[in-house]
C-alpha cells in the first residue's frame, strides 16, 4: 500500500516498514515486495514484528523465499521475533500497483499491467506498449512468461520479446 496510507503505529513499526523497502521480489528484482503491495500490514513492538502478507498468486512459487527474506532482513535489523503471515482472504490485484511501481517494471523492461475495468475482457484486448520502443505494434506470443506473473509478448516495431505483468 502506498506509504501515505500505511498505518504506522510506533517507531518499531516505522523501522519495520524501512526494512521491507529493500526487500526485492525474487522473481522481479525491479521491484520490492513493499512496491507491489504483497506487504499488506506490519505490527511490530520490543516484543517482535508481524508481517502480513498476499502473495500476486495463490500458488505463488517464491512464496516460502519471499517470507524467509522477510524474515532474515527484519531480524538482521534488530527484531527477535519474526512471525510472518500469508492471508489471501482478499486477493492481490494488479490495480494495486502504484504508478512509481508501473514505471520501474517499465524500465526493467517488462510492460506494466494496464488497469482493470469492470470489463476485464475489453482491458485484455488493449494494446500492450513496448517498454524499450514504446510501440503499441505488439502480439501475444505466449500466455506464460519466465514466472506465473508474467506474459510473453512481441513487438512488431523493433523486434525484442518481452514479458508483460500479467493483469489480475
Known sequence: MPLEQRQVHNVAEAKAWDVLQSV????IPAL???DLNVIRHVKANDQGVEVEMTPTFMGCPALDRMKEDIRIRLQEAGFKNVRVNVNLTVPWSTDMLIESSKEKLQKFGIA????LQESLPATLLLPVQCPFCNSTETRLE?????????????CDSCRQSFERFKPL
Do not use: I, N, R
Not at 506494466?112 to 488497469?115: D, G, K, L, M, R
Not at 505466449?142 to 512481441?154: A, I, N, P, R, V
Open 112 to 115: 506494466p499491467p494496464p488497469v
Open 142 to 154: 505466449s500466455e506464460f512468461g519466465s514466472t506465473l506473473c508474467k506474459q510473453l509478448y512481441y
Open 24 to 27: 526485492q521480489d525474487p522473481e
Open 32 to 34: 520490492t515486495l513493499v
